[in-house]
C-alpha cells in the first residue's frame, strides 16, 4: 500500500512539474507567446468550451509536441478530439502519444475507440487486449472489449467480457447497460440490487440513468410493461435534469433550415461528371429508430456497398471550411455566405476523408443529423444518393423514448419534446421532398410487409443491381455500432409494428403534441 502511494504521489509531482513548464505557442491572431503549460491548457478548454474546438487542438498539438510526457495535455486533447467526432485525428494524434508513451492506458483505450468508430474492429480490439495486459484489473477496459466484440456479432464473448467487468466492478454501468440486451430477464437478487444503484447515491445521475434503462429491458423481457415504462420514465426523467438541452433553439435550426434552402439543386438520376463520380455515397436521413440502421445493413449487404455507419466527416468538411474563412457562424446561418467554390471545397474534402470507404464504389453515411443536412448534400456532393427513413410517428417516438443514448439526442427523453421534433422534421422532410425529386423514402411498414419490392425499390434507386444478400441481410457479418447492433442480425419481424398500442395510456402526453394543428 505504501509502495502504491508513494507511485501515485510521484506521477502527481511530475504532473504538476510539467504543469509549470513554459511552452511557446503560436496563438490566433497574437504571434508567439511563452506561458506556463498549466495557463495553455486553460486557454485550449476556454476555447473548447465556447464553440472553438480547432484553435483549441491547435494549441494542445503544441503543448504535446513540446512536452510529450505531460500526460494531462494528452487527456485533454484526446477529449477535444472525441468532442468534434475527428476519429482519423484522434487516430492520429493517439500514435503520435504511444511512440513517446508506449504504455500509457488512455492513449491505447482511446486509438482503440477511434479503430472501432472507423470499421477497423480488429485492430481495436489488439489495442484493448495490449492495455488489458498491461492493467488486468482495470474493469473498464474489459467493458471496452465487450462493445467491441458486441458489435462484430461475437456474442458470447462479449458477454464474457462485460461479465468479467462486474465481477471487478460490480457497479459498473457501462457494462450493466452494454450487456442489458443480451441477457434477458435478471436473477432477481441482481434485479434488486440494480434497482438499488438505480434509486441510490452511490452512483453518479447519469450512471443511475443507464441502470435505469437497463432495468427496464430486464422488465420487458419478463413482460413487466408497466415496470418497464416506469423504469424508462425515471431514467429519461433524470437524464433530461442533467443535460444542457435548448429545445427551442432546437425547433428553430430546423425551421430556419427550410428558409435557408428555398429552391432544389438540380437534381440528378445519375452520378456527375465530376471525376470522383465512380463513387457514390448513399446518406441514410432520417430520426433515430427510424430503420436507418437496418437500411444500411440492407445496403451493406450488396457486394459493391460499404457500409461507413454514422461518420461525421460531412460536419467536420464545414467546420474545417468556415474556420478557414473565418466564419463564426452556426447552422444553418452560414448557408448565406457560402459561395460556389465553398460547396466544391465541403465536397472535396468529404471525398478525401472518406477514401477508405470508397473501394467498393457506393458507401453509405448514416449520421443521424442527415435529414437536416439534406440541402448541403445536394450543394456539395450532387453525385449522392439520398434515402429518408419513415415509420408511424408512434413507433418511432416510443422508439426513442424507450432508448439510452450515449451522445446528443437530448431531445428523445421528454414526451412531449420528442413530439414536437418528429412534427418539425416532418415538416423539413416534406420541403426537401418538394424541392427536388433525388430522395428515395424507406417506409419502415412497406419493408416489413413487402420486403423484396421494396428492397429492389432501393435498389433501383442506389443505381445496384438486385443481390439476393440484401433480402438476407442478417446473415451479413459487418460490424455494427449502434443500438440496433443485435436487432439487424434477425431476420425481419413485425414485433415493433404498433408496439407504442401497449403503452398508450402512459404515452398520452406524446400524442396529444404530436396531433396538436
Same mark, same amino acid.
Given at each position: 500500500m505504501v509502495k502504491k502511494t508513494a507511485t501515485k504521489n510521484s506521477k502527481t509531482g511530475k504532473a504538476n512539474k510539467a504543469a509549470l513548464k513554459p511552452v511557446s505557442i503560436q496563438l490566433p491572431g497574437q504571434g508567439q507567446r511563452t506561458l506556463p503549460a498549466q495557463e495553455a491548457m486553460g486557454l485550449a478548454q476556454r476555447w473548447s468550451g465556447s464553440g472553438l474546438p480547432l484553435p483549441a487542438l491547435d494549441l494542445l498539438k503544441q503543448v504535446t509536441q513540446q512536452l510529450p510526457?505531460?500526460?494531462?495535455?494528452?487527456m485533454l486533447l484526446f477529449a477535444t478530439l472525441n468532442k468534434t467526432g475527428d476519429q482519423q485525428g484522434l487516430i492520429h494524434e493517439a500514435q503520435r502519444c504511444l511512440s513517446s508513451k508506449p504504455r500509457f492506458i488512455p492513449a491505447?483505450?482511446?486509438?482503440?475507440?477511434?479503430m472501432r468508430l472507423t470499421q477497423q474492429h480488429q485492430s481495436a480490439l489488439q489495442l484493448i487486449d495490449k492495455a488489458i495486459k498491461l492493467e488486468p484489473a482495470l474493469a473498464e477496459l474489459y467493458n471496452h472489449r465487450g462493445v467491441i466484440l458486441k458489435e462484430t456479432g461475437r456474442s458470447?464473448?462479449?458477454? !464474457?467480457?462485460?461479465? /468479467?467487468? &462486474?465481477?471487478?466492478?460490480?457497479?459498473? *454501468?457501462?457494462?450493466?447497460?452494454?450487456?442489458?440486451?443480451?441477457?434477458?430477464?435478471?436473477?432477481?437478487q441482481e434485479y434488486q440490487g440494480y434497482a438499488a444503484l438505480a434509486s441510490g447515491d452511490n452512483l453518479p445521475p447519469r450512471q443511475r440513468v443507464m441502470v435505469y434503462y437497463a432495468l427496464s429491458r430486464s422488465d420487458e423481457a419478463a413482460q413487466e410493461y408497466a415496470r418497464q415504462f416506469d423504469n424508462i420514465k425515471a431514467? !429519461?426523467?433524470?437524464? /433530461?435534469? &442533467?443535460?444542457?438541452?435548448?429545445?427551442? *433553439?432546437?425547433?428553430?435550426?430546423?425551421?430556419?433550415?427550410?428558409?435557408?434552402?428555398?429552391a432544389s439543386h438540380p437534381a440528378r438520376s445519375s452520378p456527375s461528371a465530376d471525376p470522383a463520380s465512380d463513387v457514390i455515397p448513399v446518406f441514410i436521413c432520417g430520426l433515430p429508430r427510424s430503420g436507418t440502421t437496418l437500411t444500411e445493413h440492407i445496403l451493406s449487404s450488396h457486394p459493391s456497398v460499404t457500409a461507413g455507419d454514422e461518420l461525421n466527416?460531412?460536419?467536420l468538411a464545414c467546420g474545417q471550411y468556415l474556420t478557414r474563412r473565418g466564419i463564426r457562424k452556426s447552422f444553418p446561418d452560414w448557408v448565406a455566405d457560402m459561395p460556389q467554390e465553398g460547396w466544391q471545397a465541403i465536397g472535396s474534402a468529404y471525398r478525401k476523408s472518406t477514401r477508405a470507404l470508397q473501394g467498393s464504389g457506393w458507401f453509405t453515411d448514416k449520421n443521424?443529423?442527415?435529414?437536416?443536412?439534406?440541402g448541403v448534400i445536394r450543394q456539395a456532393l450532387p453525385e449522392a444518393r439520398m434515402v429518408v427513413c419513415r415509420r408511424?410517428?408512434?413507433?418511432?417516438?416510443?422508439?426513442?423514448?424507450?432508448?439510452?443514448?450515449s451522445e446528443g439526442m437530448y431531445f428523445t427523453y421528454q414526451q412531449e419534446e420528442l413530439a414536437d421534433i418528429w412534427n418539425a422534421s416532418d415538416k423539413l422532410i416534406q420541403h426537401w421532398q418538394n424541392t427536388g425529386a433525388d430522395i428515395f423514402v424507406m417506409e419502415y411498414e412497406a419493408l416489413i410487409a413487402e420486403p423484396e419490392p421494396t428492397i429492389r425499390a432501393l435498389l433501383d434507386f442506389v443505381g445496384l443491381p438486385w443481390d439476393d444478400a440484401c433480402l438476407n441481410f442478417h446473415n451479413n457479418k459487418r460490424s455494427v455500432r449502434t443500438l440496433s447492433a443485435t436487432q439487424v442480425r434477425q431476420p425481419l419481424s413485425n414485433s415493433r409494428v404498433a408496439q407504442w398500442r401497449?403503452?398508450?395510456?402512459?404515452?398520452?402526453p406524446m400524442l396529444q403534441r404530436l396531433n396538436q394543428p
Open positions: 510526457g505531460f500526460a494531462d495535455a494528452w491505447l483505450t482511446n486509438l482503440s475507440q477511434a458470447d464473448d462479449a458477454l !464474457a467480457s462485460f461479465n /468479467r467487468c &462486474l465481477a471487478l466492478q460490480p457497479g459498473n *454501468a457501462n457494462a450493466i447497460w452494454n450487456r442489458s440486451d443480451m441477457i434477458g430477464v435478471l436473477p432477481e431514467g !429519461a426523467d433524470l437524464y /433530461r435534469s &442533467l443535460v444542457p438541452y435548448q429545445h427551442q *433553439a432546437e425547433l428553430n435550426q430546423i425551421e430556419k433550415t427550410i428558409s435557408a434552402f428555398p466527416d460531412l460536419p443521424l443529423q442527415n435529414y437536416k443536412a439534406i408511424h410517428p408512434m413507433d418511432n417516438l416510443w422508439g426513442c423514448y424507450r432508448q439510452f443514448f401497449r403503452y398508450e395510456e402512459q404515452l398520452q
